[in-house]
């Protein structure tokens, strides 16, 4: 298994073979990246649901209107992005919003973010869905 | 000639046919495409040296290391996605933020992404290049 920071390191043993994913180290994280993750309305929705919720969801807790595997890739696109960290609970791979890093690296940035995404929800009016905040 | 608020809709005439280039109402701003048109090194350097000038900047102002198309899509998708404003001035296609449009829909975004920008290459060790604030 591979638990690198980014890919143009060599990978590095783990004690849980297949289990843990690939995050970047906070220092590798790119704003570029990260406004790219932000950019799509299923990622969006995503990173809104996990902010909402305060804590670790799911995929299965926030209902996408697209195919697992879409959904899977729009995960995997957040968390290559340094914006949610993905680990394996059990069966259940859990998800959570990297915070802290990201308010370290760009301040204020997220919750502008999240906050023109409510207020432009709120425009347009549409709802974030079943259990959302 | 075309000058339309958004693409669902119909053209409407202008004055100047041939001059005046497509532009998004602010009401029909998305954060998704800000977003997606920030995501971009090159875009990014466009919109900090647009902030940086506090005016309008033509393309040749902000050299970039890419091909003059390239270039062109650059400022394209900035424009499409109301991040700024093309203009003709005589010969020369002048390139203003659209600030007051994003503040009002956006609150606080654009001056974090600029923030963010500037740390970023600040840890990174980038320069803005010639001409850069």
Chains 1, 2 share one sequence.
């Not at 309305?41 to 804590?55: E, I, K, S, Y």
């Not at 670790?56 to 960290?85: F, M, N, Q, W």
Request: proline residues 8%; contains cysteine; neutral net charge.
């Amino acid at each position: 298994m591979t638990f690198m920071t980014s890919p143009a390191r060599p990978p590095t043993a783990s004690a849980q073979p297949g289990r843990a994913l690939e995050h970047p180290a906070a220092a590798d994280i790119r704003l570029e990246e990260v406004l790219h993750a932000l950019s799509d309305p299923m990622r969006l929705t995503v990173v809104r649901r996990l902010a909402g919720g305060g804590g670790e969801l799911s995929c299965s807790d926030v209902p996408l209107p697209v195919t697992k595997s879409t959904t899977t890739h729009h995960y995997r696109v957040l968390r290559e992005a340094g914006v949610i960290s993905q680990t394996y609970r059990g069966t259940s791979k859990m998800n959570a919003l990297r915070r802290a890093d990201l308010d370290r690296l760009f301040p204020g940035l997220l919750d502008r973010v999240l906050e023109a995404a409510d207020a432009q929800a709120g425009r347009l009016g549409e709802e974030l869905g079943p259990g959302g905040p």
